[in-house]
């Protein structure tokens, strides 16, 4: 019985896990810190562009997930509250696929913590990122960068 047991403790502590695990600070402090805050819509998936964007797409074919949505996209920018960008200026976001990264459906509107790498602009990993599906949760967030970074412009 104790070898059955040490071989199944040494295969389940063999298996990799790939989770998204984030320590969140106060809302404040990524309004604060992130280089661009805007609202935003997609306009179009852009994941056919890039091998791992492919090769994402080939695995949606032969599973259950839903293949409208992607991760590299075409924005429509709604609202700027922070950064170089305006109201209706084209945006693309890179992603690196992990498990952390938000994925869009076409004419989905989002609040976006974003930042600029080489590459492109990325979402800010852990950041307050997120769909406005008109949920209380969406509301109250754009409601609150709203009014903090409206302070801001005004002084």
Same mark, same amino acid.
């Given at each position: 019985?104790?070898p059955?047991?040490?071989?199944? *403790? !040494?295969?389940?502590?063999? +298996?990799?896990?790939?989770?998204c695990?984030?320590?969140?600070?106060?809302?404040?402090?990524?309004?604060?810190? =992130?280089?661009?805050? *805007? =609202?935003?819509?997609?306009v179009? #998936?852009?994941?056919a562009r890039?091998?791992? $964007?492919?090769?994402?797409?080939?695995? *949606?074919?032969i599973?259950?997930?839903?293949?409208?949505?992607? +991760?590299?996209?075409?924005?429509r920018?709604l609202?700027?509250f922070k $950064?170089? !960008?305006?109201?209706?200026? =084209?945006?693309?976001?890179?992603?690196?696929?992990?498990?952390?990264s938000m994925? !869009?459906? *076409? $004419?989905?509107?989002?609040?976006? !913590?974003l930042?600029?790498e080489?590459?492109g602009? +990325?979402?800010?990993?852990c950041s307050?990122?997120?769909?406005?599906?008109?949920?209380?949760?969406a509301?109250?967030l754009?409601?609150? #960068?709203?009014?903090? =970074?409206?302070?801001?412009?005004?002084?």
């Amino acid at each position: 019985m104790k070898p059955l047991l040490l071989l199944a *403790l !040494f295969i389940l502590s063999t +298996f990799t896990t790939l989770a998204c695990d984030c320590l969140m600070m106060p809302v404040e402090h990524h309004i604060k810190n =992130t280089s661009y805050l *805007l =609202t935003a819509e997609v306009v179009e #998936i852009l994941d056919a562009r890039t091998p791992e $964007g492919r090769a994402y797409r080939h695995w *949606l074919r032969i599973s259950n997930q839903d293949s409208t949505r992607g +991760f590299n996209v075409r924005l429509r920018v709604l609202e700027s509250f922070k $950064g170089k !960008f305006v109201a209706n200026d =084209t945006i693309e976001l890179q992603s690196d696929y992990s498990s952390c990264s938000m994925h !869009f459906a *076409l $004419g989905e509107k989002s609040i976006l !913590f974003l930042h600029e790498e080489k590459k492109g602009l +990325f979402i800010t990993p852990c950041s307050y990122s997120n769909r406005l599906n008109g949920s209380k949760y969406a509301n109250d967030l754009q409601r609150k #960068i709203q009014t903090r =970074t409206r302070r801001k412009r005004r002084d």
